[in-house]
Structure formats: C-alpha cells, structure tokens
C-alpha cells in the first residue's frame, strides 16, 4: 500500500466529489461500453449481500436497492464522497453500511460474507492489486461473485485528443506511443488537482484473480451498440471506441 498515492487521489475526491456526483454509475458500467441492462451480469440480486468497492455518491448501491438487494455496504476512500452517498441512499428511503477506507486497509466487514463484490471503475485506483482482490475474496462466500470495470488498458495506450499528451487521431488513425507493458504509476492532471494511476495489463488482472483465488467467468471488451452504429459528425471519443474498447468489464467467482 502507496500511502503517498493513497493521500493524493484522497484529497482530489474530498475536494471535487461533487463533480463526480452520479457519475459512472450501474447501469453504467463505463465509457460507451454495454450497460448491466444489456449484459445481466448480476442477474437476480432479491435479499442478496452486497458490498461495493470505491462506492462514491451512492448510486449503484440505489441501483441494486431499487431491485430488492438486501444488507448494503459501500467503501470509499473519501469522507466527503460518503458523505453525498449516505444523504443520497437517505433521500431514497435506503441505508447502506458506509466504511471510509482505504480498499487495499483491513476493512472492518465480515468475512465469508457477501453474495457480490463490485466496483464500478474504481478497483484501478489500488495501489496493490494482489492484496486488495484477495481481500475481496475473503469477503465472499464460497461461489460469491465479483464484478469490477475500469478503463481499458489500451485507452491510455493511444488517445482521442491532443489533452491526453499521447498522440491524436490523424485521417481516423491511431498511433501508439505508450507501452502496453508500462505499468508504472503517472501523475495526471485533473481539474484543480492531481490523481496518481497506473495502466494495467489485462493479464494483470487475471492472474491476479487466480491468485486470489477466483475463476474468471466472463471479461467484457466491447463498445456498446448506439456508439458502433454512430455515424456522421461523431466525437473523437466515438471514433475511438469504434476502434478498440475504451473501458473492461470482469466476472469471477469465488472458487
């Protein structure tokens, strides 16, 4: 656990978690990637226990209560994200358990507990992967499932526009410039602030859920439907999910 990254991205969401209010949330699981209504990824979650990494203002936590899930917990990193959560599942008529933590800390959850542990983009921000998903997994039950999302790692291998600093889109063509074996961590401007990330491969990912002990059941690399079949006057983001999935979806299940 990086306890100087750790800070950094702490204090960039207590200072801009309003910006972030409902943002990337389920039935969202990314950026012009299919939605939970398209992929049934959870399917039934009726009376199921479920525990949400990186839970931010609340909203897939309200998204599973809306569908009759039972107990609710959530964990962020930052206070004042908690703080939108809590008075946000309140205005709903919901409660959630609300932990304010590190993930990659000893969370204070019971163990061999949840039916599901999710993340919707917010398993990246760990700053030790292997540590955190065999956490996860000691959460879960036996057969539990864990789904997270998170940008593709070929998104910040090639960019969209001139902001990202890597290269552009030149006669609908993408240029590689950054390694897709670079996993070491990069400072990024955000706003006012500063976030501290790193680009994992997707073999990262995997084996680090076998290591945990995890089989994987289904990795998502797609672009939604509306954004494949766009046509016309499109963005540079568009033109750039028409050529390579922007944002990764993983299902494993705890073995």
Excluded at 28 to 47: A, I, K, M, W
Aim: aromatic share 12%; glycine share 6%.
């Amino acid at each position: 656990m990086n306890k100087d990254i750790i800070k950094t991205n702490e204090q960039y969401w207590n200072n801009h978690a309003d910006l972030w209010f409902g943002a990337t949330a389920l039935p969202e699981y990314g950026v012009h990637c299919p939605t939970e209504d398209d992929l049934h990824l959870f399917g039934d979650v009726t009376g199921k226990t479920m525990l949400e990494i990186c839970c931010g203002s609340g909203h897939s936590l309200k998204y599973h209560a809306d569908r009759k899930a039972g107990e609710l917990w959530g964990v962020d990193l930052s206070s004042k994200q908690l703080e939108n959560a809590e008075r946000y599942l309140s205005e709903n008529g919901y409660a959630a358990h609300l932990i304010c933590s590190p993930m990659e800390a000893e969370l204070d959850v019971p163990k061999d507990y949840f039916d599901y542990v999710y993340s919707i983009y917010g398993i990246g921000w760990t700053t030790d992967l292997d540590g955190t998903f065999q956490k996860i997994a000691s959460y879960l039950k036996k057969d539990g499932i864990f789904i997270f999302s998170w940008n593709h790692t070929l998104n910040y291998c090639v960019a969209w526009s001139c902001a990202e600093r890597l290269t552009v889109i030149e006669n609908d063509t993408l240029a590689m410039s950054k390694s897709y074996f670079d996993e070491s961590y990069f400072t990024m401007p955000a706003h006012d602030g500063e976030i501290v990330l790193c680009n994992r491969k997707i073999s990262t990912y995997v084996n680090a859920l076998a290591k945990a002990g995890f089989a994987v059941e289904q990795i998502v690399e797609q672009t939604d439907e509306a954004t494949m079949s766009a046509d016309g006057d499109i963005t540079d983001k568009q033109k750039k999910a028409k050529m390579l999935p922007l944002s990764v979806i993983f299902k494993a299940r705890k073995l």
